[in-house]
């Protein structure tokens, strides 16, 4: 089955500056990325996706990029801001057939004021 | 509703109970997912329903866990006998085409069961 990897754990940056979360996927048929934004005790919360046919996505001040040969992507957040602090959960999936995801072990962003 | 509602939020069952965890999906969304949320880690999938029908049940960890969704809406999972170990934040999620799952793939806030 699948396997995703995510690094770092935590991560701490100052206020203003730009965080970089990065995932490995083990199964090349995946081809479905999301990225997801979890505050304690809340549900996750889809912020980005991409889907393999595409390299790079761009929403405002959040970014992903897909490398398929070397089966990784990235969330680049630019100009982070306190309200960022969360933790983020990577994912991948076939998207149909066995479409269920699955996630990475998160890293927990803070943002220093 | 607008968004996948589960029920209770708040689940402390003594160990040997059974509990039952519900979820109602978003309305007309055909796909439902069960995942299961350790304290520190990312969800983990338990079981996939299409329509009433569960098409996967390969990450229930035991025969403990059973899921049902016999109208195709509303979906139950029950855990007999609890174990410390199940404790954790049942989540639902439910998308709207089982042709791509992705579209409209929507979390419920989850059930945190707590096993004392």
């Known amino acids: 089955g699948e396997n995703v990897e995510q690094h770092p754990s935590t991560l701490s940056v100052q206020e203003g500056d730009s965080a970089v979360i990065k995932c490995t996927y083990s199964?090349?048929?995946?081809?479905?990325f999301p990225w997801y934004k979890q505050e304690l005790g809340k549900r996750p919360q889809l912020i980005i996706d991409?889907?393999?046919?595409?390299g790079e996505k761009k929403d405002q001040r959040i970014a992903v990029t897909l490398n398929k040969t070397a089966k990784h992507f990235s969330l680049h957040i630019t100009e982070t801001q306190p309200e960022d602090s969360a933790v983020y959960f990577c994912?991948?999936?076939?998207?149909?057939?066995?479409?269920?995801?699955?996630f990475g072990t998160g890293t927990r962003l803070t943002v220093i004021p | 509703g607008a968004g996948v509602s589960q029920s209770p939020r708040y689940k402390v069952a003594k160990r040997g109970q059974d509990v039952a965890l519900r979820c109602d999906p978003i309305?007309?969304?055909?796909?439902l997912f069960w995942y299961q949320q350790a304290l520190g880690q990312g969800p983990e999938f338990l079981t996939y329903f299409q329509n009433e029908a569960q098409l996967d049940k390969s990450g229930l960890p035991s025969d403990r866990f059973f899921a049902e969704r016999p109208e195709g809406s509303v979906s139950t999972l029950k855990i007999q006998r609890t174990q410390q170990e199940d404790s954790a934040v049942y989540l639902c999620?439910?998308?709207?085409?089982?042709?791509?799952?992705?579209?409209?793939?929507?979390f419920g806030s989850g059930t945190r069961l707590t096993v004392v």
């Open positions: 199964d090349s048929a995946s081809n479905y």
């Open positions: 309305s007309g969304h055909v796909s």
């Open positions: 999620a439910s998308s709207l085409s089982p042709r791509d799952s992705s579209y409209g793939y929507t």
């Open positions: 994912a991948a999936s076939k998207s149909t057939g066995a479409n269920n995801l699955f």
């Open positions: 991409i889907r393999s046919n595409v």
